[in-house]
């Protein structure tokens, strides 16, 4: 039934193989390194090379759009109450001693089976709103509905974190949608602006610095115009960074060549928010900036194309700089290295850190390891009437100076699981708001 095949031609494609897989291999590695073996076949060669890793991407739908935080051991005594606004049903775990404030929270809702928005009133124990997509209608079934901002009309800007900005009206029609690669924080500069991370598309300029078959993240920022989701200005970071005199620290920073896929990720942005005010240190239009993957923060005045300040030093993969007046400066250090877990951390827990322009230094003004907080990414703090505004990603906290927890809110899903949170924000009233969450209906 079977020929039977020579033994030296089975020899023969053995041999063949094993030549082929050393060769395949050697121009994968060659494109990593950014070698020139085999230019033009480089690309060829990292698309088969990754096809085992995107068929299982397309099946692993263990935890889609991050919808859950594994629970940890925790003393608080908590109230599990559940939260009725139209159709949704939200489980929320609830510490609270406080009798004002709201906060909007970007939550996995298991209702929906993905992430919905709402307005949580921490005096009543209330949901006073809520908004709701279908990202299925996005075409992106991993739309996280990052950082919402609410404006005064009860619009909302969001993001998926990696993707596209939108604007959903108070009944949650969809107003505008800008498809450009949009991250991370979402903030107001101007009565018509926002102020968003964003991907630098013209890298044509990296040249020098990279050769043609990798790609490279050029994060950036941009201002957006409110009404109509249009770019009106943006910027490169690497581009800063090259214009002021940081050249050593781009080629560092391009060296990061990331495995697991063909994209370099120098920078990563995750923090460009803009200073509203002009004091004797900071002047209004200036934009504080945190880089994770360079473990630094600074402070950029597009005004005249200079960084004021670039800090390194204590910290790694922070978040969220925010300026307290007088030359002082606030972020979310998560102290992790990079691709590794809690297991391998440079600080058994994240702190918050202060930057002083007037000394010029940097040091913890309040350690969390005793509230347990030690995440690998996200984090956002804010400094409030009733203490320290904390959301990571799993819980959203208040805490006094001593880590004394005022106020718990998390998204029940079982008793081993959290509800994933994508940046939420608090306010101290709704003073900004011009309707009646009472009178207003969709």
């Not at 102290?335 to 440079?346: A, F, T």
Request: aromatic share 14%; charged share 20%.
């Amino acid at each position: 039934m079977f020929k039977k095949i020579e033994v030296w031609i089975v020899y023969l494609i053995v041999i063949f193989f094993i030549g082929f897989i050393i060769l395949f291999s050697a121009v994968v590695r060659s494109s990593y390194v950014n070698g020139d073996l085999l230019v033009r076949f480089q690309p060829a060669a990292i698309f088969v090379a990754e096809i085992p890793s995107n068929f299982i991407k397309l099946f692993d739908i263990s935890n889609i759009n991050e919808s859950y935080i594994e629970k940890e051991e925790s003393t608080e005594e908590t109230l599990t109450k559940t939260l009725t606004f139209q159709e949704s049903n939200l489980e929320l775990n609830i510490v609270n001693t406080l009798n004002s404030g709201y906060i909007l929270v970007s939550g996995y809702n298991p209702n929906y089976k993905q992430p919905s928005i709402f307005l949580f009133d921490i005096a009543n124990n209330k949901i006073l709103h809520e908004w709701f997509y279908d990202r299925e209608l996005l075409s992106d079934k991993n739309y996280r509905f990052q950082h919402p901002l609410l404006l005064e009309n009860g619009d909302i800007i969001t993001s998926s974190g990696e993707g596209d900005l939108i604007k959903l009206n108070f009944c949650s029609d969809l107003l505008w949608r800008n498809e450009r690669h949009f991250h991370h924080s979402i903030e107001i500069f101007e009565e018509n602006q926002i102020i968003v991370p964003t991907w630098y598309e013209n890298t044509s300029y990296l040249k020098n610095y990279i050769s043609s078959n990798l790609k490279v993240r050029d994060d950036g920022f941009a201002f957006v115009n409110l009404t109509n989701g249009e770019i009106l200005k943006e910027y490169s970071l690497i581009k800063i960074l090259l214009e002021n005199g940081y050249e050593g620290l781009v080629t560092l920073a391009i060296s990061q060549i990331d495995m697991p896929d063909d994209t370099i990720d120098p920078i990563h942005l995750n923090d460009a928010e803009p200073i509203l005010f002009t004091d004797k240190f900071v002047k209004k239009g200036d934009v504080m900036l945190s880089s994770r993957h360079l473990n630094f923060v600074a402070l950029y005045r597009p005004s005249n194309n200079k960084i004021i300040f670039l800090v390194q030093g204590l910290f790694s993969m922070q978040h969220d700089l925010d300026y307290q007046g007088n030359g002082v400066f606030t972020f979310f250090g998560n102290d992790n290295i990079r691709h590794n877990s809690n297991d391998n951390r440079l600080k058994d827990s994240s702190s918050i850190y202060s930057y002083d322009m007037k000394t010029n230094k940097v040091e913890i003004i309040q350690d969390l390891s005793s509230i347990g907080i030690a995440i690998n990414s996200q984090g956002l703090h804010e400094y409030v009437n009733n203490g320290i505004f904390l959301d990571t990603a799993s819980q959203i906290f208040i805490v006094n100076e001593k880590n004394e927890i005022l106020f718990n809110l998390s998204i029940n899903l079982n008793e081993e699981k959290f509800g994933a949170l994508h940046w939420s924000r608090y306010y101290e009233n709704l003073d900004f708001i011009n309707f009646s969450f009472d009178s207003k209906s969709c």
